[in-house]
């Protein structure tokens, strides 16, 4: 794919949707972080209900580390793999007061080092709550990318990578957003909706459907 597609592409998504945003809910940093955790292998639907009730008792790391892992438990056990999920919020609350004076640290290195935090959780803090440069690839940008022919590759580092260096600048921040809702509910894994797809003109999948 050229640079011009690749233009066009994100110049179409922007028009559509100028700002756009996670569908999970947070008012703080660290709110995104948790729900960002909570998230591996399930929906934003499903942990919205669960933060919805975790987050009016407890949405700071000394609040959450007073609830206990039990405690957690209780509010997230409608979640996939919550017994880990909890343990890892508890030791990420302390390590969070402990090392970063209870604020979430704005760095890659520092973000992965917290427990259940990994490079595709930092990317979604970094970009999300302190508007850096950096690409979340989920499935959904996975798929989307290699699909279209946006950004190729075999792995989801690599489609990383070739999406840092290949989105225009002037994309960039957004691009993650963008991508990801394109693959939620136009680029779907199954059956894509190419016949309703903004982009399809431009696209280089070569099995396009209805």
């Given at each position: 794919m050229n640079a011009e597609k690749r233009y066009q592409i994100f110049a179409r998504l922007r028009?559509?949707?100028?700002?756009?945003?996670?569908?999970?809910?947070?008012?703080?940093?660290?709110?995104?972080?948790?729900?960002?955790?909570?998230?591996?292998?399930?929906?934003?639907?499903?942990?919205?209900?669960?933060?919805?009730q975790l987050f009016p008792i407890a949405n700071t790391p000394a609040a959450l580390l007073k609830l206990g892992v039990e405690g957690v438990k209780q509010h997230i056990r409608t979640i996939g793999l919550f017994n880990t999920k909890a343990e890892n919020v508890i030791k990420t609350c302390q390590l969070i007061l402990d090392e970063h004076d209870g604020e979430v640290p704005r760095t890659r290195e520092a973000l992965e080092k917290l427990p259940g935090v990994g490079r595709k959780t930092a990317n979604v803090v970094l970009n999300t709550a302190f508007r850096q440069p950096a690409m979340a690839v989920d499935t959904h940008i996975?798929?989307?990318?290699?699909?279209?022919?946006?950004?190729?590759?075999?792995?989801?580092?690599?489609?990383?990578?070739?999406?840092?260096?290949?989105?225009?600048?002037?994309?960039?921040?957004?691009?993650?957003h963008w991508l990801i809702l394109h693959g939620r509910y136009v680029c779907m894994a199954r059956k894509p909706r190419c016949g309703s797809c903004l982009i399809e003109d431009l696209c280089e999948f070569k099995e396009k459907m209805d």
């Open positions: 028009a559509q949707n100028p700002e756009p945003k996670t569908e999970l809910e947070y008012s703080s940093p660290f709110e995104l972080l948790i729900a960002v955790m909570l998230s591996a292998q399930a929906t934003d639907v499903s942990v919205n209900k669960a933060t919805r996975f798929r989307v990318s290699n699909r279209t022919g946006i950004a190729k590759g075999k792995n989801v580092l690599e489609v990383e990578k070739r999406l840092m260096r290949l989105v225009p600048k002037e994309f960039l921040l957004d691009a993650h």
